[in-house]
């Protein structure tokens, strides 16, 4: 089970940090992901850590402004987000599956979101 935290209402320029917790299910072995799903639009893919943490990958619309990051002995991911901007506003969502070398699709365990509101 995956549980997201770390939501909220920021300004457009700020950071926040978003946080997912898996309770169960062999964690070090697993790639996270970070997807978003803005009001009316389709989900879309965030950033993805590999199992160890080695290798991230991200959205074109995130690059250089969020950092994955993720701690197997607190079985946890992070999201930092820098510069926020009001298109970042959307539920975010972590997903994890067994590492296999595709991070881009494919996850089979979901959270149920967290909300991120940018205001302008």
């Known amino acids: 089970q995956l549980t997201e935290s770390g939501g909220g209402l920021v300004q457009a320029g700020a950071s926040l940090t978003i946080s997912c917790v898996a309770s169960?299910?062999?964690?070090?072995?697993?790639?996270v992901a970070w997807f978003r799903q803005a009001q009316g639009s389709e989900r879309e893919f965030v950033a993805a850590i590999s199992r160890g943490g080695m290798h991230t990958f991200y959205g074109e619309g995130v690059k250089g402004r969020f950092i994955i990051t993720k701690d197997n002995a607190k079985r946890t991911v992070f999201l930092q987000m820098d510069n926020l901007k009001p298109e970042d506003t959307a539920d975010y969502y972590c997903?994890?599956?067994?590492?296999?070398?595709?991070?881009?699709?494919?996850?089979?365990?979901w959270g149920r979101g967290t909300q991120v509101t940018v205001s302008s």
């Open positions: 169960e299910g062999p964690f070090d072995s697993s790639a």
């Open positions: 997903a994890a599956k067994f590492d296999s070398g595709t991070y881009y699709r494919d996850y089979t365990n």
